[in-house]
T-cell receptor, first 114, second 115 residues
Framework: GAVVSQHPSRVICKSGTSVKIECRSL??????MFWYRQFPKQSLMLMAT?????????EQGVEKDKFLINHASLTLSTLTVTSAHPEDSSFYIC??????????FGAGTRLSVL | AQTVTQSQPEMSVQEAETVTLSCTYD???????LFWYKQPPSRQMILVIR??????QNATENRFSVNFQKAAKSFSLKISDSQLGDTAMYFC????????????FGGGTRLMVKP
């Protein structure tokens, strides 16, 4: 099956710093990628939809200035958490869509902000 | 807006037995996809099975099969011959048929397979 690589898998940072998470589709081109946040024992919450070459579409309640998304190519999307604070600590998951109905997920990034 | 409901927060099953996970959804769409995803302790989301709404035949993937009842808006997952490796969170998800649409997830069911 198609592979989506997400890095880093774990990051610990100090409050006020910025963290970048990369999501790559390794063997297919993805015109659309998605970023999710997952709290412990809860479902995935969509943060934003990222389309190659255009601005991301953010879900209601998600701060676009805090969570910067760039989809520079058909195989790479990045999520930058700017000026991270402890409340941003969470599990972030990306997915890449190869075709309608065929979406593949990265392994996730656990962010801990001290 | 679409909603997906999984009414069983937790379930358990003995190894080698069969278990069914429930999922209902609400939509006014006619063309859509339904999915079951597995999230083991590693937290990697894995696609278990996919169903296209226009197909009447229930999808199957080895030990996994679904009971898709379009009129009732029900999409249950049956796991046969349960294995210890099936222990995971299971999420039901809905997606409208068009290319740019997002997945809508249910709240999840935690399945424990006991030896």
């Amino acid at each position: 099956g198609a592979v989506v690589s997400q890095h880093p898998s774990r990051v610990i940072c100090k409050s006020g710093t910025s963290v970048k998470i990369e999501c790559r589709s390794l063997d297919f081109q993805a015109t659309t990628m998605f970023w999710y946040r997952q709290f412990p024992k809860q479902s995935l919450m969509l943060m934003a939809t990222s389309n190659e070459g255009s601005k991301a579409t953010y879900e209601q309640g998600v701060e676009k200035d805090k969570f910067l998304i760039n989809h520079a190519s058909l195989t790479l999307s990045t999520l930058t958490v700017t000026s991270a604070h402890p409340e941003d600590s969470s599990f972030y998951i990306c997915s890449a869509r190869e075709a309608p109905g065929r979406e593949y997920f990265g392994a996730g990034t656990r962010l801990s902000v001290l | 807006a679409q909603t997906v409901t999984q009414s069983q927060p937790e379930m358990s099953v003995q190894e080698a037995e069969t278990v069914t996970l429930s999922c209902t959804y609400d939509t006014s769409e006619n063309n859509y996809y339904l999915f079951w995803y597995k999230q083991p302790p590693s937290r990697q989301m894995i696609l278990v099975i996919r169903q296209e709404a226009y197909k009447q035949q229930n999808a199957t993937e080895n030990r996994f099969s679904v009971n898709f009842q379009k009129a009732a808006k029900s999409f249950s997952l049956k796991i046969s011959d349960s294995q210890l490796g099936d222990t995971a969170m299971y999420f039901c998800a809905f997606m409208k048929h068009d290319a740019g649409n997002m997945l809508t997830f249910g709240g999840g069911t935690r399945l424990m397979v006991k030896p």
